[in-house]
């Protein structure tokens, strides 16, 4: 959690009702005293020897790229440089992978970090109806396009359209109604 950046903080599990009421003691929402209060319950990570954690340097470096082949060219070029049996593998990984399956995934990580729960619930339905719908391709079937450079950016955007036709509804989340206790994080 702390190496993909959705946790900040590691606590032992024992001291998580400690830190609760320290949390909940405190009568300010100001993040430097929530931080020293988290930071007084928390730990250095017990990081395993293969832990990917180890790799962010590598992670943040290749990933960052902005396509798939850029990512697996960029990884090739660190196999060279490093041999790491740990990105051999994950070369390995990609290619054997449904390229445009691939490709959304990318694409889907790269906009669910700009959007809403609720944009990527629909987001995520999309590309799901058109896959069962197979109007784009037969790849999550038989993975054709079989090579990433036979997938035009058209494809790609074709699994994130509203679909057409009929039988297909685009997904409708219920209103949220606000609620009238007021909450706000303290962090």
Not at 62 to 71: A, D, L, M, N, Q
Not at 78 to 87: F, K, N, P, R
Request: glycine share 4%; hydrophobic share 40%; with cysteine.
């Amino acid at each position: 959690m702390l190496a993909c950046g959705l946790a900040t903080h590691f606590v032992n599990s024992n001291r998580l009702p400690l830190l609760e009421e320290a949390l909940v003691e405190v009568d300010t929402v100001d993040p430097a005293v929530v931080c020293a209060i988290i930071d007084r319950y928390s730990q250095e990570v017990p990081l395993k020897e293969k832990s990917a954690y180890h790799k962010l340097d590598i992670i943040n470096r290749c990933f960052s790229k902005r396509t798939v082949e850029e990512i697996l060219s960029s990884l090739e070029q660190e196999a060279v440089d490093g041999a790491d049996v740990w990105i051999t593998e994950t070369i390995q990984s990609l290619e054997k992978a449904s390229p445009i399956g691939l490709k959304l995934t990318l694409r889907s990580f790269r906009e669910g970090r700009l959007q809403t729960i609720e944009q990527c619930f629909i987001r995520d339905y999309r590309m799901f109806c058109h896959a069962m719908k197979r109007d784009v391709s037969n790849d999550f079937y038989e993975w054709e396009p079989s090579k990433l450079e036979l997938i035009s950016d058209e494809m790609v955007d074709r699994y994130f359209s509203k679909i057409d036709g009929e039988g297909w509804v685009d997904l409708k989340l219920p209103v949220r109604y606000k609620s009238t206790i007021s909450i706000m994080s303290k962090l």
